[in-house]
């Protein structure tokens, strides 16, 4: 006799085989579902041209942005030297200034004992020569003082003529100064103009960047969602297949059991029964500790942090120009540096950078079960080390192949990915 248990899973298995079987499906919902499909892919594919043309574009003005940074930092090197120019000729010409005044004193003071020894000698000429006379031994010991005088006057005047040239060459070294101060400064201000140009040239196009894209962002989202749409539309036509494949083979079951004997029912009800058709209690896993929701794992980040933003499974690939890839995990958005905790005890079979994984830790919990958390910003625990559940083992970050920080969890069984819902729930 069938025991309370097993009975209820065989009614469960009729019920599910009766709704799917009364499903009316028709050729034509088939039909409808793989013309939308069509419509969809058509969309993906035209929005995936259009995202090819928004790349373009957006290469085109990454290079061009690039070169007007480049090129501000050549004006902004070329003000700073011509700055630096600037200061020195300006300091050149203080000290030329300077050194002028300094001159034009000497030139003064040279002048004033010129006209004194001058006014000195013509006061006391007649004097000067007759003393000349007198003491002389001989004519020619007078022509040789009065030349002597002579001599006096004739190095005043070079001299003072010596200092007026070197004046004048200091002051036409400072006008060339000045006017190359003046040019350098002209030029400075050139600079500054075209600067402030590249400036403003800069912001326009770092504003049609981010127009570009936002734009880009816009076409990702319409093409996941119309990769969503044709994975929905197979799976539905799916749906419709398997139906209708059920269908058929109820309809032929029901013929078989209406040609047989009503002596024979029984005997086939019981050859269904060792065939397949019920569940007896043995084939059943009944170790509770192996399902998700039993505490057995705990959450592996604060409480707050629960909403799951790319399920486990096939999706759609926003780095893989619109591909779908198969997701190894779960992946929960968190800020940057939020806590992640060991979901179960076990030990640390890897800790560090893998990547796309980013930073990652691997810890290995028995019984062919390993858990495993990606992108991280810190790693708290090294390759062999022993954690505790609960234990903080690392902090949210984005490293690796991400779009934002977030916790991905995988977990791997036998060397094969299942689902983390399964340990951890929802």
Not at 374 to 382: D, E, K, Q
């Amino acid at each position: 006799m069938m025991n309370k248990g097993k009975r209820l899973r065989v009614i469960l298995t009729g019920m599910i085989i009766s709704v799917l079987t009364a499903l009316p499906v028709s050729a034509d919902e088939k039909q409808e579902a793989e013309s939308r499909k069509a419509e969809y892919e058509s969309m993906k594919a035209s929005l995936e041209s259009r995202q090819k043309e928004l790349q373009g574009e957006w290469d085109d003005l990454q290079r061009y942005t690039w070169e007007i940074d480049s090129r501000l930092t050549d004006a902004s090197s070329r003000i700073y030297e011509l700055k630096s120019q600037i200061s020195d000729s300006q300091e050149q010409i203080v000290q030329l200034k300077k050194q002028l005044a300094e001159q034009e004193a000497e030139i003064d003071k040279q002048y004033h004992d010129m006209s004194l020894r001058i006014q000195f000698m013509y006061e006391r000429g007649n004097k000067q020569f007759l003393s000349a006379l007198l003491s002389a031994d001989s004519f020619s010991d007078f022509l040789n003082q009065a030349e002597y005088v002579s001599q006096i006057t004739t190095y005043d005047r070079q001299m003072l003529d010596k200092l007026q040239a070197l004046k004048e060459s200091m002051e036409a070294a400072q006008a060339e100064l000045i006017a190359g101060k003046e040019k350098l400064e002209q030029l400075k201000s050139e600079q500054e103009e075209k600067q402030t140009e590249l400036e403003k040239l800069l912001l326009d196009k770092q504003a049609e960047l981010n127009q570009v894209g936002n734009q880009m962002d816009e076409t990702d989202q319409k093409i996941y969602e119309a990769v969503s749409g044709i994975q929905e539309e197979e799976a539905y036509i799916k749906e419709i297949e398997e139906v209708e494949r059920r269908r058929k083979a109820e309809e032929a079951r029901k013929a078989r059991e209406e040609s047989i004997a009503a002596e024979q029912a029984a005997q086939q009800a019981e050859k269904q029964t060792q065939s397949g058709t019920y569940v007896e209690d043995s084939d059943i896993n009944t170790d509770e500790s192996s399902y998700a929701g039993n505490g057995t794992f705990i959450w592996p980040l604060p409480g707050q942090y629960h909403r799951r933003t790319s399920d486990f499974g096939y999706r759609y690939n926003p780095f893989g120009g619109g591909s779908v890839e198969y997701h190894c995990g779960d992946d929960y958005s968190a800020p940057m540096g939020t806590p992640i905790y060991a979901v179960a005890d076990g030990t640390v079979d890897a800790s560090g950078m893998s990547g796309t994984m980013g930073n990652r830790v691997v810890i290995y919990h028995g019984n062919g079960l390993s858990s495993v958390y990606m992108h991280a910003s810190v790693l708290l625990v090294s390759a062999g080390q022993t954690v505790k559940q609960g234990d903080l083992i690392a902090l949210v970050g984005a490293t690796g192949r991400v779009t934002a920080p977030h916790l991905h969890i995988s977990f791997r069984l036998n060397g094969e990915w299942v689902d983390p819902k399964l340990y951890i729930g929802e």
